[in-house]
């Protein structure tokens, strides 16, 4: 019998072979643990992490500890922001999105828009 994490990876997997980021458009990859969500944007060509943000970074949990009841949906959309901005400082505009074995849904999905909305282009 299969736990959920080994079918989470299994599909993952799948979609890591049809996903890959290059020099012109990178990987926007997610990462969500129970507690926190974390986002990179990766180079694939040259095996390099060009951006990361995470829900436990200064600047996100400032943000958070301002915010009287900030649910996790909220936090992982202040990562969004915080991913967008900086891949526009270092001049990324384009990127693919990698889910990573995760449903488009709840946390993921808001991280997603609110990159959207900042002005990555998926």
Request: with cysteine; aromatic share 4%; net charge positive.
């Amino acid at each position: 019998m299969n736990s959920k994490n080994t079918v989470r990876m299994k599909r993952a997997f799948r979609i890591r072979k049809k996903v890959s980021g290059t020099e012109q458009r990178p990987r926007l990859c997610v990462r969500r643990s129970l507690n926190h969500i974390y986002a990179q944007i990766i180079d694939d060509t040259k095996g390099l992490s060009l951006v990361q943000v995470g829900s436990n970074s200064k600047d996100i949990a400032q943000k958070v500890a301002q915010a009287e009841k900030a649910s996790k949906t909220d936090v992982s959309i202040l990562v969004g922001q915080a991913i967008a901005e900086k891949a526009k400082e270092k001049g990324i505009e384009k990127v693919v999105f990698d889910r990573k074995g995760y449903a488009y849904h709840g946390r993921v999905k808001a991280l997603a828009e609110a990159a959207r909305k900042s002005g990555l282009q998926f």
